[in-house]
DNA sequence: ATAATCAAAGTCAAAGAAGGTCAAAAGAGG
DNA sequence: CCTCTTTTGACCTTCTTTGACTTTGATTAT
């Protein structure tokens, strides 16, 4: 094993695996302590390799009983599709083919009517009160960050 | 659990729901002293966890015979819950509240996790790129918008 | 009645306990 | 060498715990 940041990686990995519930909760500095390396190198760690491409979602909680929590997530060929569509978004998005998008990801039961119905709301013009240039910049943004969400987030 | 407002948390909605009458009446010194903690601190986990956004109204005497007496909202009208909520948003809307009401919606089982995540998601700061007040006025729209559609997408 | 006293609960700010960020320094590979 | 990755540490933000002090209500003594 060639360094920290990969033995950590492997441990972390096994401790999901192990869990049996492809969750794991750590304490950063416990972690940090037990590989003798400062805290901040978890967030390296992590940074590099749980996430959300790599198939991971990471919660965390600061303050006393802080955590962090990693969650490994099922990501088949629903993978691949999303990040066509995110491809297809690019840096803006206009109502129209917002509304062609989400009609997509509906008749390929990727979310629910009323998921749809959520996301249209979120994406009219009505709702985004802001002018042109930057209100379908915004709807870019949206819509790609609700892919990510619906793509890491089936349990 | 990991920490005692958590613990205390979890209590006293264990106690709520056992009630079975959503109130439940405590006395402070009595719940410090079991949970071994400063009293005070039954103010801070009120004030964190059992909110207008959390669903939750509270009343209190001191004096003799003092109490505190937490009081779940009414959900059973689905509709007055989302105007209270509504209400409750008004014109701007920090993340860290919307965090709360969605966690209460949740709760509620008026939308599901899943919707509760895309919902996070569009209303995180990273996803609205806008300067402060603009943001927090844009996260109130859409929130606002999300819950007509919630309320008007089913029944 | 009034005042004094006791019995709650409320407030607030400081200290403590996590985790997060960022950029500089150090290493590894080509 | 030059570039990319890893390691480190100083500093930041968030959440929790604690305790001294305050306010309010009830009771008791004058």
Known sequence: MRNMSDIIEQYLKKLIEESGTEVVEIKRAHI??????VPSQLNYVIKTRFTNEHGYTVESKRGGGGYIRITKVET?????YLAHLKRLV?????????????????ENE????????????????????LELPYRDRLRA???????????????
Chains 1, 2 share one sequence.
């Open 141 to 155: 943004k949206i819509l790609k960050r609700v892919m990510d969400v619906i793509l890491y987030s089936e349990e």
């Open 76 to 80: 088949h060929s629903k993978a691949e």
């Open 32 to 37: 940090a302590e037990k590989f003798d390396c």
């Open 90 to 106: 690019g840096e803006q998005l206009s109502q129209q083919n917002a509304k062609h998008i989400i009609q997509s990801l509906y």
């Open 110 to 129: 990727v979310v629910t009517q009323k998921e749809a119905k959520i996301i249209s709301a979120v994406m009219d013009r009505e709702t985004l009160m």
